[in-house]
């Protein structure tokens, strides 16, 4: 009988203890899985917070910049737009006046006060002032004269230097080593002629 009530108080003694601990551990278990709920949902919260600010700071700088090497450029002012134009025209006349040169088959020299200038032209028998206004925009050769209707065009200076009739120099020019018998608005030149000027006296 005494066994009877000992095993009996030792099975209660079980059975409370173990309903003791599965109760403590469920209550253990639910808290620590509330908390770690609670932190994937701040997590969660965070991150999408983030997500959501970097979207919003990336829209605000696509908006203020949307490009930031373009910011970077300064825009150019008309002064700077004009000097680039400019410079493009004069680098294109001079590739333009290269090209043309190459291009050009026949050459003649023209020699002033021993100063020799060579003038390209496109074929033979080129008339003499042609070439004359040709080298004029080429070089630092310059010339101006008369136009005398029925007798052509003559020479009254040449490089800076005129006609003086007081002491009857003026400008006359020799081909290939003879004196010329022709004006200038008709004389023919070939290539690889020598047309020489000479301001000395003259009796024309």
């Known amino acids: 009988m005494q066994k009877n009530k000992l095993s009996l108080h030792l099975t209660l003694f079980f059975i409370l203890l173990g309903s003791t601990a599965f109760f403590?551990?469920?209550?253990?278990?639910?808290?620590?899985?509330?908390?770690?709920?609670?932190?994937?949902?701040?997590?969660?919260?965070?991150t999408n917070n983030d997500i959501e600010t970097n979207n919003k700071v990336t829209t605000t700088e696509d908006k203020i910049i949307p490009n930031k090497e373009k910011t970077e450029i300064k825009p150019t002012t008309k002064e700077q737009h004009t000097s680039t134009?400019?410079?493009e025209t004069v680098i294109t006349s001079i590739q333009a006046t290269t090209e043309e040169h190459k291009q050009l088959p026949y050459s003649a020299t023209i020699t002033v006060n021993q100063k020799n200038y060579t003038v390209d032209f496109e074929k033979e028998g080129t008339i003499l002032k042609d070439l004359l206004n040709k080298l004029q925009t080429e070089s630092d050769f310059t010339f101006s004269g008369i136009n005398y209707s029925g007798l052509g065009f003559f020479i009254t200076e040449i490089n800076g230097i005129k006609n003086d009739n007081k002491q009857g120099k003026y400008w006359v020019y020799y081909l290939n080593g003879v004196s010329a018998k022709a004006g200038i608005s008709i004389q023919k030149i070939n290539s690889q002629d020598n047309i020489e000027w000479k301001y000395e006296n003259s009796t024309f």
Do not use: W
């Open 24 to 46: 403590v551990y469920q209550s253990f278990y639910v808290e620590k899985s509330s908390d770690k709920q609670v932190e994937i949902n701040n997590n969660n919260s965070v």
């Open 85 to 87: 134009l400019v410079q």
